[in-house]
């Protein structure tokens, strides 16, 4: 029987066996138990911190693509 386990680090699942999270790289042996719902809020966590680099990121691509559109505007009214 397989067994899943949650990283401490990432919060991914990842296979039993393994002694290190293949994911972030963190040691699955411990010298204590974490409760599984600090293991939940630590991966809510970091996807909220996910979320928000993917929204910084998109945030600057579209402030660049409104700057070129700027100066395609620019441009087509200067060609008329």
């Known amino acids: ?3 899943i386990a949650v990283c401490s680090g990432c919060g991914r699942t990842i296979d039993g066996k393994f002694v290190y999270c293949p994911w972030c790289g963190i040691s699955r042996v411990s010298k204590r138990e974490e409760p599984l719902d600090l ?3 630590h991966y809510e ?3 909220k911190m996910e979320r ?3 929204l910084a ?3 600057r691509q579209l402030e660049k693509l409104e ?3 700027s100066v ?3 441009s087509a009214e200067m060609h008329k």
Do not use: D, H, Y
């Open 1 to 3: 029987m397989n067994f």
């Open 39 to 41: 293991l939940f809020n």
């Open 45 to 47: 966590e970091n996807k």
């Open 52 to 54: 928000r680099k993917q």
């Open 57 to 59: 990121n998109m945030e």
């Open 67 to 69: 700057e070129e559109l």
């Open 72 to 74: 395609l505007v620019l």
